[in-house]
Structures are given as structure tokens and as C-alpha cells.
């Protein structure tokens, strides 16, 4: 079955910068969109950043474009998201989240999810 593993959250100061990993098995990777999407604590999971199957269109929330930046490597089956000059209001759980083809900013077209990595940002 599919599995999606992030890792690399942690606790940090405003202004510093994190990578996020996604590694993906169980499914053919590069055939895939993946994104990453985040809830904070009381609010419904939103969508961060998506990048097609092939790498070539990524697509941001106007809330990090600009300090955030999605990638993928198809040979490591993995989608990364840096994060630069993070803010308090990036304090959320991350998830990766894969659908095959296409890209989309809706939670509800994923089926595929992870289990999450906390990244908390303190002021």
C-alpha cells in the first residue's frame, strides 16, 4: 500500500529555515503529484505547496510564496519542501499528500497521506 513519510520538523526561531522530506513507497512516485498541506491547531488543514508528477509546475499559497519552495527527486522517491524565513504563523502539523497526475490545492482530491511532522515556530 501506499505510505508517505515526512520527517525534518522541529521547534525553531522566527526567521530560520527547515527542509521538509516526504519519502513515498508503495506506489509508482513519478507518476504522482504530491503536496504539502498543514493544520494548526483548531483550524481545517490547508494547502502549502503542490508540484506536478514531473517536477516542472509547482504552485504555492499566497501565504508562503516567495519563502517556501517544493521540489522532488523521482530517483530518491521524495518531495521536499524548504522553508525559509519562517514565521509564528507557519506553526503547524505538515503533511504530505500524493494523487496520481494532475495537481490540485484541494485537500479532498489527495488519497494519499502522511502522518504528519510538527513544525513549531516560536517569535
Known amino acids: 500500500q501506499v505510505q508517505l513519510v515526512e520527517s525534518g520538523g522541529g521547534l525553531v526561531q522566527a526567521g530560520v529555515s527547515l527542509r521538509l522530506s516526504c519519502a513515498a513507497s508503495?506506489?509508482?512516485?513519478?507518476?504522482?503529484?504530491m503536496g504539502w498541506f498543514r493544520q494548526a491547531p483548531g483550524k481545517e488543514r490547508e494547502f502549502v505547496a503542490v508540484?506536478?508528477?514531473?517536477?516542472?509546475?509547482?504552485y504555492y499559497a499566497d501565504s508562503v510564496k516567495g519563502r517556501f519552495t517544493i521540489s522532488r527527486d523521482n530517483a530518491k522517491n521524495t518531495v521536499y519542501l524548504q522553508m525559509n524565513n519562517l514565521k509564528p504563523e507557519d506553526t503547524a502539523v505538515y503533511y504530505c499528500?500524493?494523487?496520481?497526475?494532475?495537481?490540485?490545492?484541494?485537500?479532498?482530491?489527495?488519497?494519499?497521506w502522511g502522518q504528519g511532522t510538527q513544525v513549531t515556530v516560536s517569535s
Open positions: 508503495g506506489l509508482i512516485f513519478s507518476t504522482y503529484g
Open positions: 499528500a500524493g494523487r496520481p497526475y494532475g495537481v490540485s490545492r484541494d485537500v479532498r482530491d489527495f488519497g494519499s
Open positions: 508540484i506536478s508528477w514531473n517536477g516542472i509546475n509547482t
